[in-house]
């Protein structure tokens, strides 16, 4: 079983900064793909951003130049630096490792 856990969602003003973390752990081979999704209220849902087992980002159009992905490998957990936050960004923001794991998601509400 793995479990994949999100944290460090909040409250934050417009052109503020959030950082998520997002731990995979349990029955987990090795160093998988890391993705954030977001799901904002009556919209689908979005790839943020990704990055492989290798280090390597992909961003979505909207978040370029503003979010960062990372990850530390000896955690097997991926962060999302978020700054110069906009109203829009006001998601429900999950985590998904290996392609199959969900977490729970973690609220990010962005003021104007």
């Known amino acids: 079983q793995v479990q994949v856990l999100e944290s460090g969602g909040g409250l934050v003003q417009a052109g503020g900064s959030l950082r998520l973390s997002c731990a995979a752990s349990?029955?987990?081979?090795?160093?998988?793909?890391m993705v954030w999704y977001r799901q904002a209220l009556g919209k689908p849902t979005e790839l943020v951003a990704l990055?492989?087992?290798?280090?390597?980002?992909t961003y979505a159009d909207s978040v370029k130049g503003r979010f960062t992905i990372s990850r530390d490998n000896d955690k097997n957990t991926a962060y999302l630096q978020m700054d110069s936050l906009k109203p829009e960004d006001t998601a429900v923001y999950y985590c998904n490792a290996d392609g199959s794991h969900w977490g729970q998601g973690t609220q990010v509400t962005v003021s104007s």
């Open positions: 990055i492989t087992s290798d280090g390597r980002p």
């Open positions: 349990g029955r987990i081979s090795g160093l998988v793909v």
